[in-house]
Antibody, heavy 120, light 105 residues
Framework: HLLESGGGLVQPGGSLRLSCAAS????????MTWLRQAPGKGLEWVSA????????FYAGSVKGRFTISRDNSKNTLYVQMNSLRAEDTAVYYC???????????????WGQGTLVTVSS | DIVMTQSPGALSVSPGERATLSCRAS??????LAWYQQRPGQAPRLLIY???TRATGIPARFSGSGSGTEFTLTISSLQSEDFAVYYC?????????FGQGTKVE
């Protein structure tokens, strides 16, 4: 089970931190991913982090503005989003990956998502 | 970035019919290719990973095939609950990317 929180309305240039509480699996064994979907649009991969947290990866559209992290002691995934833009408006999903390491970054279980709206 | 191109954009089929969805990668993604189903108002659900392995609980009417740059998702006999949007996804190289989706209606 994955439960996202932290979404809401934020002004352009503002910041927001999303959280994803995980349960029902051994969180520390799996890479995790953030994805998003703008209203009426397709899926966009945003960022991923390895099981141990030592490796992180970003889409070009968010690199330098978003930071993914995890706390394996709390079974929680985070994404810190800074310098938000109107085009960041989307439902943000966290997802557990198939495993860890190369070839295992396929999201297999997704949360229900949290809506982030960037508007003045 | 690897560009994933799905065709067609929309597919009109009747219950019981076969549906064939295509996905092309701009460069080889080896076997790191997945398919997702998204029903309206719901989160995506993993159907297929590793080109052809069905995820847990996915019915046998869903099958995946292909290699390298050309991939296919086949739904052998459409059920009412299969009318949805389907996305292919490469997890071979960073940044990971999705196709734009095929709506099965």
């Amino acid at each position: 089970h994955l439960l996202e929180s932290g979404g809401g309305l934020v002004q352009p240039g503002g910041s927001l931190r999303l959280s994803c509480a995980a349960s029902g699996f051994t969180f520390s064994n799996y890479a995790m991913t953030w994805l998003r979907q703008a209203p009426g649009k397709g899926l966009e991969w945003v960022s991923a982090i390895s099981a141990g947290g030592g490796d992180s990866f970003y889409a070009g559209s968010v690199k330098g503005r978003f930071t993914i992290s995890r706390d394996n002691s709390k079974n929680t995934l985070y994404v810190q989003m800074n310098s938000l833009r109107a085009e960041d408006t989307a439902v943000y999903y966290c997802a557990k990956n198939c495993g860890d390491g190369p070839g295992n970054y396929c999201p297999d279980y997704w949360g229900q998502g949290t809506l982030v709206t960037v508007s003045s | 970035d690897i560009v994933m191109t799905q065709s067609p954009g929309a597919l009109s089929v009747s219950p019981g019919e076969r549906a064939t969805l295509s996905c092309r990668a701009s460069q080889s993604v080896s076997s790191d290719l997945a398919w997702y189903q998204q029903r309206p108002g719901q989160a995506p659900r993993l159907l297929i990973y590793g080109v052809s392995t069905r995820a847990t609980g996915i019915p046998a009417r869903f099958s995946g095939s292909g290699s390298g740059t050309e991939f296919t998702l086949t739904i052998s006999s459409l059920q009412s609950e299969d009318f949805a949007v389907y996305y292919c996804h490469q997890y071979y190289d960073w940044p990971l990317t999705f196709g734009q989706g095929t709506k099965v209606e």
